[in-house]
């Protein structure tokens, strides 16, 4: 059996895990960065559209190129590669020496040791079964972006004519790709009021080609025999689908873009301790999980929305990597807590006295909001923020001055009332 | 004709109502900055979007090859370039940033390659 000894394991070749090797790389730290596809890059090599980079390299890209710039930059910097290698089995326990089982075509199993481990796994699509869609089970229904692997490396049309199921940005940018490939759309159906994706891509994906979307409606049956012939959608009252007023709509394609999860089958057989409203580990402020050594940034922590912020937030678990294998601990740290109108924060811990930026996703859409932070029940910090919705994540910076006594620190956002 | 549009200058997402005027200008109302009287006059004389699609490479590693407009291209040609692009077939190797087509129908736009393809 191949054995292996690193520094640093890198788990998932993405906008993450690169971002990370990178900087343990560089810092002389011998990286190893392991992938079960055949290149790096992850989601971001079928994501062919523009719009990745503003904020990491201050330049518009596409998907690709975004991702050969991680990659070289983290090669440049002495990180080696092993693709086409799943990691199967993890054993965490020992601090000095974390021990991963992994397989490859070219090598069978190895054995590869690590003083420290990136979870960098990214996540993956909510499926017809995660849903519950009701209905019979052709053949045509994909997830958006299965189907926008099958278009863009594989050059595979779905089908015919499509109906998109969730409005959220994969779901929408395939809409655009379904049509310039000679696929019309016939609709969007968002179970929820609002949008979920970007402003942007409503505009450019659905407007630009007439695309109806659906709010508040849902998609109460699949019908076909083989494959799919038709959806019936039926909009929301109360909660319930409205079957007085359902239509139908003839498609042979059912695009599901309805959501996304951290895949964390593998930190779960380690032992990682999993937040259960964003499906990531728990973390403390260096993106440190219950185990000590064991790092996790990206969309494996929580979905992010952009890729430029799942790398920023990898590459400071990167330098915090480095803090750990010098020989640093973080010190006693306190709880943070998700309020009012908050579905999450992250991280779920602090140091007190240290600046620390704060990532959290809104529940409520609202025109004028306040960021309430508060410490162990008394305010500390008031933050205007204009324009939140669920879509778009929130961040805010707390100077260390504020928390320098410890205690829990909660977040909760108050509407002005749209 | 009244337009009703969405303002993609920023995330607050104004929804304007633009109206090109008999004497060649654009009346706009609804934004909250000059921003969107500039996106609305585009989008009412020539909207332009980046295009983004694959182009056939006779490879072994990657039988498509991802590719980009080098610039925005008017909306009214994209059908017509879009079919360019399916017709188009390249072969490896190629690095990122290749021209596999240049300057489509005279807009000066290039379309170039996203991704190296080395065999």
Redesign the interface.
Not at chain 2, 91 to 104: C, K, Q, R, T
């Given at each position: 059996m191949k054995e292996l000894n690193y520094d640093v394991v890198v788990i998932g070749a993405g906008a993450a895990g690169l971002a990370t090797a990178e900087v343990t790389a560089s810092a002389g730290r011998s990286t190893l960065v392991i992938d079960r596809d055949d290149f790096a890059g992850g989601v971001l090599?079928q994501c062919?559209?523009?719009g990745f980079g503003l904020h990491h390299f201050k330049e518009e890209?596409?998907?690709?190129?975004y991702a050969?710039r991680l990659e070289s930059a983290a090669r440049n910097a002495g990180a080696e590669f092993l693709l086409q290698t799943t990691v199967m089995d993890f054993n965490l326990a020992d601090n000095e020496n974390k021990e991963l089982l992994a397989l490859s075509p070219e090598y069978g199993v190895m054995r590869i040791t690590a003083k420290a481990v990136m979870l960098a796994m990214g996540c993956r699509e909510r499926n017809r079964g995660n849903i519950g869609i009701p209905g019979r089970r052709p053949a045509g229904i994909f997830t958006a972006g299965l189907a926008q692997r099958l278009?863009?490396?594989?050059?595979l049309l779905p089908g015919k004519s499509a109906v998109i199921i969730g409005s959220g940005d994969i779901g929408l940018i395939m809409a655009r790709r379904l049509t310039?490939s000679g696929i019309p759309v016939k609709a969007v159906v968002e179970i929820r009021p609002f949008p979920s994706g970007?402003?942007?891509n409503?505009?450019?994906c659905l407007?630009?080609f007439n695309i109806p979307l659906y709010l508040g409606h849902t998609v109460s049956k699949i019908n076909g025999a083989d494959r799919v012939e038709s959806v019936e959608i039926s909009p929301l009252v109360d909660g319930v689908p409205d079957s007085s007023r359902s239509f139908t709509i003839e498609c042979d394609t059912v695009l599901l873009s309805a959501g996304l999860i951290p895949e964390n089958e593998l930190s779960k057989r380690g032992g990682v301790t999993i937040n259960m409203t964003t499906g990531g580990p728990l973390v403390d402020a260096w993106r440190m999980t219950n185990i000590p050594g064991v790092f996790a940034g990206g969309n494996v922590l929580h979905v992010h929305d952009l890729a430029d912020y799942a790398s920023d937030e990898a590459a400071l678990a990167g330098r915090h990597i480095l803090d750990y294998l010098n020989g640093k601990r973080p010190g006693r740290e306190f709880p943070v807590a998700a309020g009012g109108n908050l579905r999450y924060v992250t991280p779920n811990e602090y140091i007190p006295g240290e600046k620390t930026q704060f990532f959290m996703r809104s529940l409520i859409v609202e025109d004028d909001a306040e960021l309430i932070v508060s410490l162990d029940g008394q305010e500390i910090m008031r933050k205007k923020l204009?324009?939140v919705k669920p879509p778009?994540m929130l961040s805010v910076e707390v100077p260390g001055e504020l928390t320098a006594r410890g205690g829990q620190l909660s977040f909760a956002l108050n509407g002005g009332g749209r | 004709m009244k337009r009703e549009?969405?303002c993609?200058s920023c995330?607050?997402?104004c929804h304007i109502q633009a109206e090109m005027t008999a004497a060649g200008e654009v009346e706009v109302s609804g934004n909250r900055c000059p921003r969107g009287k500039a996106y609305a006059l585009n989008e009412l004389t020539d909207p332009k979007?980046?295009?983004?699609?694959?182009v056939?490479c006779a490879s072994k590693e990657?039988?498509?090859v991802?590719?980009?407009s080098s610039a925005p291209v008017s909306?009214a040609l994209?059908g017509e370039l879009?079919d360019t692009l399916r017709a188009l077939e390249v072969a490896p190797p190629l690095a990122?940033g290749s021209v596999v087509l240049s300057d489509f129908k005279g807009s000066g736009v290039n379309i170039i390659t996203?991704?190296?393809v080395k065999e």
């Amino acid at each position: 059996m191949k054995e292996l000894n690193y520094d640093v394991v890198v788990i998932g070749a993405g906008a993450a895990g690169l971002a990370t090797a990178e900087v343990t790389a560089s810092a002389g730290r011998s990286t190893l960065v392991i992938d079960r596809d055949d290149f790096a890059g992850g989601v971001l090599m079928q994501c062919i559209h523009n719009g990745f980079g503003l904020h990491h390299f201050k330049e518009e890209l596409t998907g690709p190129e975004y991702a050969e710039r991680l990659e070289s930059a983290a090669r440049n910097a002495g990180a080696e590669f092993l693709l086409q290698t799943t990691v199967m089995d993890f054993n965490l326990a020992d601090n000095e020496n974390k021990e991963l089982l992994a397989l490859s075509p070219e090598y069978g199993v190895m054995r590869i040791t690590a003083k420290a481990v990136m979870l960098a796994m990214g996540c993956r699509e909510r499926n017809r079964g995660n849903i519950g869609i009701p209905g019979r089970r052709p053949a045509g229904i994909f997830t958006a972006g299965l189907a926008q692997r099958l278009i863009n490396m594989s050059g595979l049309l779905p089908g015919k004519s499509a109906v998109i199921i969730g409005s959220g940005d994969i779901g929408l940018i395939m809409a655009r790709r379904l049509t310039w490939s000679g696929i019309p759309v016939k609709a969007v159906v968002e179970i929820r009021p609002f949008p979920s994706g970007l402003t942007r891509n409503i505009v450019q994906c659905l407007n630009d080609f007439n695309i109806p979307l659906y709010l508040g409606h849902t998609v109460s049956k699949i019908n076909g025999a083989d494959r799919v012939e038709s959806v019936e959608i039926s909009p929301l009252v109360d909660g319930v689908p409205d079957s007085s007023r359902s239509f139908t709509i003839e498609c042979d394609t059912v695009l599901l873009s309805a959501g996304l999860i951290p895949e964390n089958e593998l930190s779960k057989r380690g032992g990682v301790t999993i937040n259960m409203t964003t499906g990531g580990p728990l973390v403390d402020a260096w993106r440190m999980t219950n185990i000590p050594g064991v790092f996790a940034g990206g969309n494996v922590l929580h979905v992010h929305d952009l890729a430029d912020y799942a790398s920023d937030e990898a590459a400071l678990a990167g330098r915090h990597i480095l803090d750990y294998l010098n020989g640093k601990r973080p010190g006693r740290e306190f709880p943070v807590a998700a309020g009012g109108n908050l579905r999450y924060v992250t991280p779920n811990e602090y140091i007190p006295g240290e600046k620390t930026q704060f990532f959290m996703r809104s529940l409520i859409v609202e025109d004028d909001a306040e960021l309430i932070v508060s410490l162990d029940g008394q305010e500390i910090m008031r933050k205007k923020l204009r324009f939140v919705k669920p879509p778009e994540m929130l961040s805010v910076e707390v100077p260390g001055e504020l928390t320098a006594r410890g205690g829990q620190l909660s977040f909760a956002l108050n509407g002005g009332g749209r | 004709m009244k337009r009703e549009l969405i303002c993609i200058s920023c995330p607050i997402g104004c929804h304007i109502q633009a109206e090109m005027t008999a004497a060649g200008e654009v009346e706009v109302s609804g934004n909250r900055c000059p921003r969107g009287k500039a996106y609305a006059l585009n989008e009412l004389t020539d909207p332009k979007r980046m295009v983004t699609s694959v182009v056939a490479c006779a490879s072994k590693e990657l039988p498509f090859v991802p590719v980009r407009s080098s610039a925005p291209v008017s909306m009214a040609l994209i059908g017509e370039l879009l079919d360019t692009l399916r017709a188009l077939e390249v072969a490896p190797p190629l690095a990122s940033g290749s021209v596999v087509l240049s300057d489509f129908k005279g807009s000066g736009v290039n379309i170039i390659t996203t991704r190296s393809v080395k065999e």
